[in-house]
Structure formats: C-alpha cells, structure tokens
C-alpha cells in the first residue's frame, strides 16, 4: 500500500551481489521465498515490508513502524548525534533494530516543540511530505513584540526568500492573543516560521507543531513521550 518495490532479481543482486543470470536459475529451482511461497518469475515485485528469503537466509523482515513523539525543546531532530540527545534516544520499548530503521518525517528545530512523526515506511514519509500533497502544518507561536493584521496578510501573500529564489506557499496565521498566533504552512522550509516573523523583526520565543495534515498531537503524551499511530491514523494520512 504504501511500499517502494523492487524486482525481485535486482532486489537479489543488490542484496547478495550475484548476477541476473544465476538469480534466474535460483528462482527456477524454488530457492527464492517471499512472504512464505516460493518464487519463480523474475518479474516478481518485492515490497519494503514483503518477508524475503533466499535459501533459507531471511534477506528482508521488517514491519512498518510509525511512531508520534511529543519533541521536548533541547532534542536535535535526527537519528544520531555525537554531541546532543536525538529524538530517537527518547524512544523507548523498541528493538536495536527498529531504532535503526527510522527516519524523520519533517524535522524540528532544536527550540522547537511538538509533533514529530517517525517511520521506517519511505514510502509513507515521502508522500506526506511531498509539495504536492500540501500537507498541513499547525504551529503554535509566541511573539516578543505584539501582532496585527498586517503579519495574517503578509503570510497569505507568501514571502520571497532571495537565499533559496523561492516565495512560500500561502500560509494562514490567526491571532490568539497580543504576541501569540497560530500559523498553518503546507511546506516546510528551513527555519520558515522564524524567517517569516524575522521580516518583522519580531523573534520567536517559543514554537510548537500541533497537528501534521489529520494528526493532532496526542494531548497524552508529556514532553518525552512518544507512542505508535493507530492504523486508522497512519491511513489518515
Ligand atoms: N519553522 C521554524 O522556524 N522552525 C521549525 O522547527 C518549524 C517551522
């Protein structure tokens, strides 16, 4: 469903460096097992979460993972880090093996808090964060300095940003409060929400992502605590 595939005689010969041409007498001979049955075409196609095995030899096992962390600000957005805790360090009652296997599906700054989606489903993380799904982003931001309508009108607008010749998308941002707003991005550019606010010289003092397209932040969840989707939120998606 949401898997990349391989041909099953590539998928071999890059697993096991042996050319097409054995790949194809293996299989003739009934060597090669995919979920349990044997295969014989080479045109078969392997999914990321098919189980492969080759005489035997388990070559590919996993199972999809999808996992909602509550990011705690001071916790760098990546998979591994010399110096800083990473967001996967937080992650408790998985496997070596399953840490491994995951990636970030759109990062947060370091000072940033909130939702943050984790995966081993490529095909899954690439569709969310594909420009063309326009996926929503919901921030919660604090100000230094007071707001008005003329900040709602700017992000509507889009603003041009020389360094990467781009103009954002148009983004919503509603007004809670004097110095707090809630801003919804269908993009994620580097540091976009302090870049946006940096053009009215008004420094953000805290940011926190709510929701991600149907996913809201489970309200459970403490700063730290992560736990997995449910299959109707990973099909939500
Ligand atoms: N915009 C930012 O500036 N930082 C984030 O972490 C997310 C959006």
Not at 13 to 21: A, D, E, T
Not at 45 to 60: I, P, T, Y
Request: aromatic residues 6%; hydrophobic residues 40%; contains cysteine.
């Amino acid at each position: 469903m949401h898997t990349k595939s391989f041909r099953i005689d590539r998928y071999i010969s890059q697993q096991l460096g042996i050319n097409r041409r054995d790949i194809k007498l293996m299989l003739a001979q009934g060597r090669v097992v995919i979920n349990g049955e044997i295969i014989v075409e080479v045109t078969t196609m392997v999914a990321e979460f098919d189980r492969v095995e080759c005489d035997g030899k388990v070559l590919q096992n996993k199972t999809p993972l999808y996992i909602m962390l509550n990011k705690p600000t001071g916790v760098v957005s990546a998979t591994k880090d010399d110096q800083h805790t990473t967001v996967v360090d937080l992650l408790e009652g998985y496997s070596r093996a399953e840490l491994e296997s995951l990636h970030i599906v759109g990062r947060l700054d370091l000072n940033t808090s909130g939702l943050l989606l984790l995966t081993n489903d490529s095909a899954w993380s690439r569709k969310l964060m594909s420009p063309q799904a326009k996926v929503h982003k919901v921030y919660q931001v604090e100000l230094a300095n007071d707001l008005n309508e003329d900040y709602s009108l700017a992000f509507a607008k889009g603003m041009y940003f020389s360094y990467e010749d781009i103009t954002t998308q148009p983004a919503e941002l509603k007004i809670l409060s004097n110095n707090v707003a809630e801003v919804v991005l269908t993009e994620g550019k580097y540091h976009q929400i302090k870049r946006m606010f940096g053009r009215f010289r008004n420094p953000v003092l805290a940011l926190h992502r709510s929701a991600v397209g149907h996913l809201c932040l489970d309200p459970l969840l403490k700063p730290g605590q992560s736990r997995r989707l449910t299959p109707k939120e990973v099909n939500a998606i």
